[in-house]
């Protein structure tokens, strides 16, 4: 058998070969310096890093999107906290959705600078944008942003009457209930204006933490214009807890109409623009069951409607309601605890201007079913309008508190004055 033997010369020559294959692994596995030149993966040419970033600069557009609010927002306004805006370039396509993908429109602006949304968003949801704009090498750019509007918890409302586009008597206030205490009134106050086309001053009262309403210190001019202005958006009315309302609401002032009901004479004079127009018989509440006084506002207005006795206090020993009528018409209420001023068609022709006999309504003669034109009640019915006022006197009963209804006209104007926080 051959035997082979490696010589100390062969031997060396090999290591040297080994070494040198390790060598080249370990210099194309380490990463070179800045000032050193890197193969391309095809073995040709070299680059040096600087021209590498260099390049890849030159294809990374200029436009710099930017989205509101920032992404990972929370409590985010509902009014104008959205929107997308661009520089150094020019807005493409921008795409806002709700978490659950429902689309919500938008518009880029005319110089393709900006995007909002068309309308309020809503509270305590999530939204996701999308952005894209060009540079003008039309290089295009691409931005996300996720967030989230303050939630229900942490926000006010107030819901207010009258509303937008209505035209009402000269009594009616601007009356605002928010759906949270407030604590913080007067900030809340500031972020509420009401202005008249007549010029008359016009001042808030707070009813309790809930309820502010506003009026000049007399009934507004007949045929003015007021505008209430509610900048309630990132206003904080208590602790965490913020306005999401922005928005303007305008209504007409009718002519001026008070009705004075003179429970002595029992009789009704309505007075319009100064002039008297007519005086209607009246009944209003008994000796046990008085009417009470003072200058109330009609409310609201219903053709017909029902009047259950149990509802305001008036039960027989069965429990049921001392009365219950379900088509009471030409109902016009004066008050929240149930006062109303309304057609009767049960009580005998007689007891209108002749006796006072209702549980604390004023009742008008009328005919069931409010179909007839000719009654007084249908006559009252059809020449009022919510906010008109009707003056009621000696009935012998004590005046009604201004906040049942819109009965502030009951105080007079220091003592509505001092009810204000700003």
């Known amino acids: 058998m051959e035997m082979r033997v490696m010589t100390d010369s062969k031997r060396r020559k090999g290591l040297m070969a080994a070494s040198a294959l390790v060598g080249g692994v370990l210099v194309l596995s380490a990463c070179s310096g800045s000032g050193s030149e890197a193969r391309g993966a095809d073995g040709g040419g070299t680059k040096s890093q600087a021209a590498v970033d260099e390049a890849a600069a030159k294809k990374t557009s200029e436009a710099l999107i930017k989205i509101a609010p920032k992404n990972g927002s929370d409590n985010a306004s509902i009014n104008n906290a959205a929107a997308v805006t661009v520089s150094k370039g020019s807005l493409t396509n921008v795409t806002m959705t709700t978490a659950e993908g429902a ?134 009315g208590a602790n965490g807890v913020y306005g999401v309302q922005q928005k303007s609401v ?109 549980h604390g309504c004023v009742g008008l003669s009328d005919a069931k079913g409010a179909n007839d034109p000719n009654t007084p009640g249908a006559w009252f019915y059809n020449n009022s309008m919510v906010g008109d006022v009707v003056v009621v006197k000696n009935t012998g009963d004590k005046t009604i508190q201004p906040d049942n209804g819109l009965n502030g006209w009951n105080l007079d104007w220091a003592q509505w004055t001092a009810g204000s926080s700003v």
Do not use: C
């Open 103 to 236: 689309a919500v429109q938008g518009q880029i602006s005319a110089d393709k600078k900006s995007w909002k949304p068309a309308g309020q968003l809503e509270r305590a949801t999530v939204y996701k944008i999308a952005a894209e704009a060009k540079d003008s090498s039309g290089r295009a750019a691409h931005e996300n942003a996720s967030f989230t509007t303050v939630s229900q918890a942490n926000s006010f409302i107030g819901n207010f009457t009258p509303e937008d586009g209505s035209t009402v008597g000269v009594g009616m206030p601007v009356s605002i209930n928010f759906d949270k205490a407030i604590t913080n009134k007067a900030d809340v106050q500031k972020g509420i204006t009401v202005t008249s086309s007549s010029g008359q001053q016009v001042v808030g009262h707070w009813f309790g933490n809930q309820r502010l309403d506003l009026r000049p210190q007399d009934y507004w001019t007949g045929g003015s214009t007021v505008t209430l202005k509610l900048n309630l958006d990132g206003v904080e």
């Open 250 to 358: 305008t209504f007409k002032v009718g002519r001026n109409q008070v009705s004075t009901v003179d429970a002595a004479t029992k009789t009704m004079t309505v007075t319009r623009d100064g002039k008297v127009v007519k005086t209607i018989p009246i009944s209003a509440g008994s000796p046990e069951n008085k009417t009470y006084q003072g200058q109330m506002v009609i409310s609201e207005k219903f053709k017909e409607t029902r009047m259950d006795g149990s509802t305001v206090g008036f039960k027989g020993t069965d429990g049921k309601g001392e009365y219950d009528i379900k088509d009471v018409p030409h109902a016009m209420r004066l008050s929240a605890s149930g006062t109303f001023i309304h057609g009767n068609y049960w009580g005998a022709k007689s007891i209108f201007g002749g006796a006072n006999t209702s």
